[in-house]
């Protein structure tokens, strides 16, 4: 729907920022968790920003031309799962310089103690057990991301709240030094049920798991997903309940099935009704494939436009930068830098 056609009443005041990074294609848990729910906010806030966040990225290593690839596919997934250019502002993070340098400036804000208790820092440093300059000031970046734009609303998942705080902790710390210009942005929590392994449902789904059964990705074609979702991990208990804590492998499939149908957990377990396990998983297979299918098809057109997505890019680098521009301005001007 136009704008124009949406109620007024309908249409929250506010803007809405929020950012992908440039894995690729989606998986079946990005395109729950987060890409569903943008596709709704843009619909429902009247100033809405999405940018593949590039400059995050490289907080791990990254080839430059599987980049490159990545970003434009990043673009195509998202256009393809109905994100608008038109209601929508959809950027590269990387093509709008004033993110690194209000994040420099907020940087100058922060302290070391404060980023060291940030989950993400926590999480990845232990992996390597030392992680970059990049990885431990990503949270800063973020927060940057999201002021510049003024930004009073930002989807996130839970793992995500403490990185908004610091943002909303930043904006009041640059406000009682310089003087009143960012809101403090506030979360909209998502409500979906994270999507699950379908090899260990103790972890998330995740694009860099090694084992490739353990991930659906929105361009997965038919043969693979009924692949995948037969072999998912169950128990031996043949009956279809939704227990996320004693039957967390059966009850992720329970997840994707309601939320691919778009029905509640109680109609998904009452469709199961009568059925085993494994005739189960045919249920849910044909509710993922015909949920996927469109937008499969969708991005395989939009990749072989390279040009097409390209430009949607450029227009909204432009766009992002006419609001950016501004606000960096009289942040220096406040600063002292000017």
Not at 169 to 181: M, V
Request: with cysteine.
């Amino acid at each position: 729907p136009d704008k124009d056609t949406i109620p007024h009443h309908l249409l929250t005041c506010g803007r809405v920022f929020s950012g992908i990074q440039p894995t690729g294609v989606p998986h079946l848990g990005n395109y729950l968790g987060a890409l569903e729910n943008w596709v709704a906010l843009q619909n429902r806030y009247p100033s809405v920003l999405y940018s593949i966040v590039d400059l995050h990225s490289i907080t791990q290593p990254q080839d430059p031309t599987q980049l490159r690839t990545n970003i434009l596919d990043m673009a195509a997934s998202l256009l393809a799962c109905g994100v608008d250019p038109e209601r929508a502002i959809l950027f590269q993070q990387s093509k709008v310089s004033e993110h690194a340098e209000l994040s420099w400036i907020l940087g100058c804000l922060t302290s070391m103690p404060r980023l060291r208790h940030l989950p993400q820092w926590k999480m990845k440093s232990k992996l390597k057990n030392e992680g970059s300059v990049g990885l431990y000031t990503y949270p800063v970046l973020q927060a940057a991301d999201i002021l510049l734009y003024k930004a009073t609303h930002v989807p996130v998942g839970e793992d995500q709240v403490q990185h908004l705080e610091l943002a909303q902790d930043l904006a009041r710390i640059f406000n009682n030094n310089y003087g009143d210009l960012f809101p403090e942005p506030s979360a909209l929590l998502s409500s979906t049920r994270k999507v699950k392994s379908l090899r260990d449902p103790s972890a998330k789904m995740s694009k860099s798991d090694p084992q490739t059964m353990a991930t659906i990705t929105v361009t997965d074609p038919p043969d693979d997903i009924a692949l995948k979702i037969r072999r998912a991990v169950t128990d031996f208990t043949s009956e279809v309940t939704f227990d996320p804590e004693t039957r967390p492998g059966v009850s992720n499939l329970v997840t994707i099935h309601a939320a691919m149908a778009t029905i509640s957990v109680e109609e998904a377990v009452s469709q199961a009704g009568g059925l085993d396990t494994g005739a189960y998983k045919k249920l849910v297979t044909e509710a993922v494939i015909q949920r996927l299918t469109p937008i499969r098809e969708e991005i395989e057109r939009l990749r072989s436009e390279r040009a097409h997505l390209e430009a949607v890019l450029a227009r909204g680098n432009g766009r992002a930068r006419e609001l950016a521009a501004p606000v960096l301005g009289e942040v220096r001007q406040r600063v002292g830098f000017c």
